[in-house]
């Protein structure tokens, strides 16, 4: 289980982008998180990992206390948490297998990653994963080669080969059309069916509804709504996107 207590986080400047934030996430759940541009979503995900350091609260995994965790243990929560982001964040230059491989650096000796040298066991596991999201074709071009859709799926691939317990996907399909956008939650859906728990934070209701076990909403880094996708009656929408809201999924 996920549990995240009380969680704020107030940036330099005074900027509160959450408020109190209190959830829990069972194992295998599949939960979205939505809400407007800078509601929060995305320094909630990044949170739970650590790229950001939150002001207070606590996030507590698996019996552990990742906001206290000193970087030892760190570096080993990090190693069972996926990530999967929204521009992809891969090497453009490097071909797509090292992309995926870097999924691996947290196993591997470091000086030898420095020079791309990986056990072939792992060489073996980034097909395999590749395979998995229909790129095994492409394992030796560039990055910077493919469309966005299948530089999205190489993301999922580097996520998997850490052989997460958790999968944070931040805005994963927000730069990509609706037939890639599904084939993306298609993935992430396959993923979680294996047992990992995935915390996707998305805009659109009718991928929420698609996909999603459970939702969560954000609005101004407070936590306004709490449920199943088919309790967002209007009201509801309206209170988490604004007034002059229109719904469309």
Same mark, same amino acid.
């Given at each position: 289980?996920?549990?995240?207590?009380?969680?704020?986080?107030?940036?330099?400047?005074?900027?509160?982008?959450?408020?109190?934030?209190?959830?829990?996430?069972?194992?295998?759940?599949?939960?979205?998180?939505?809400?407007?541009?800078?509601?929060?979503?995305?320094?909630?995900?990044?949170?739970?990992?650590?790229?950001?350091?939150?002001?207070?609260?606590?996030?507590?995994?698996?019996?552990?206390?990742?906001?206290?965790?000193?970087?030892?243990?760190?570096?080993?929560?990090?190693?069972?948490?996926?990530?999967?982001?929204?521009?992809?964040?891969?090497? =453009?230059?490097?071909? %797509? /297998?090292?992309?995926?491989?870097?999924?691996? +650096?947290?196993?591997? @000796?470091?000086?030898?990653?420095? &020079?791309?040298?990986?056990?072939?066991?792992?060489?073996?596991?980034?097909?395999?994963?590749?395979?998995?999201?229909?790129?095994?074709?492409?394992?030796?071009?560039?990055?910077?080669?493919?469309?966005?859709?299948?530089?999205?799926?190489?993301?999922?691939?580097?996520?998997?080969?850490?052989?997460?317990?958790?999968?944070?996907?931040?805005?994963?399909?927000? =730069?990509?059309?609706? %037939? /890639?956008?599904?084939?993306?939650?298609?993935? +992430?859906?396959?993923? @979680?069916?294996?047992?990992?728990? &995935?915390?996707?934070?998305?805009?659109?209701?009718?991928?929420?509804?698609?996909?999603?076990?459970?939702?969560?909403?954000?609005?101004?880094?407070?936590?306004?709504?709490?449920?199943?996708?088919?309790?967002?009656?209007?009201?509801?929408?309206?209170?988490?996107?604004?007034?002059?809201?229109?719904?469309?999924?």
């Amino acid at each position: 289980m996920l549990k995240v207590e009380n969680l704020t986080k107030v940036y330099e400047g005074g900027v509160q982008a959450l408020d109190d934030v209190s959830f829990e996430v069972e194992k295998g759940e599949f939960l979205a998180v939505i809400g407007l541009s800078g509601s929060g979503k995305s320094t909630l995900l990044r949170c739970i990992n650590r790229l950001i350091e939150p002001t207070s609260g606590t996030i507590i995994w698996d019996g552990v206390d990742v906001t206290n965790a000193s970087q030892e243990e760190l570096r080993r929560v990090r190693r069972r948490i996926g990530m999967v982001f929204q521009h992809f964040n891969l090497v =453009s230059r490097s071909k %797509v /297998l090292t992309n995926v491989l870097a999924g691996r +650096l947290g196993y591997v @000796n470091p000086a030898l990653s420095i &020079v791309n040298k990986f056990p072939k066991a792992d060489i073996e596991k980034a097909h395999t994963q590749l395979a998995r999201v229909g790129l095994e074709d492409k394992a030796n071009a560039r990055a910077d080669t493919l469309s966005g859709g299948q530089q999205q799926r190489v993301g999922v691939a580097r996520a998997m080969m850490q052989d997460p317990e958790i999968m944070l996907a931040d805005e994963p399909v927000a =730069s990509l059309d609706p %037939v /890639l956008a599904h084939s993306i939650m298609q993935y +992430l859906e396959n993923i @979680n069916q294996d047992g990992v728990m &995935v915390l996707c934070s998305l805009h659109f209701l009718d991928l929420v509804h698609q996909y999603a076990d459970r939702v969560i909403a954000l609005n101004e880094g407070k936590l306004v709504f709490e449920g199943s996708p088919k309790e967002i009656d209007d009201a509801k929408f309206k209170e988490i996107y604004g007034k002059e809201a229109e719904r469309v999924g």
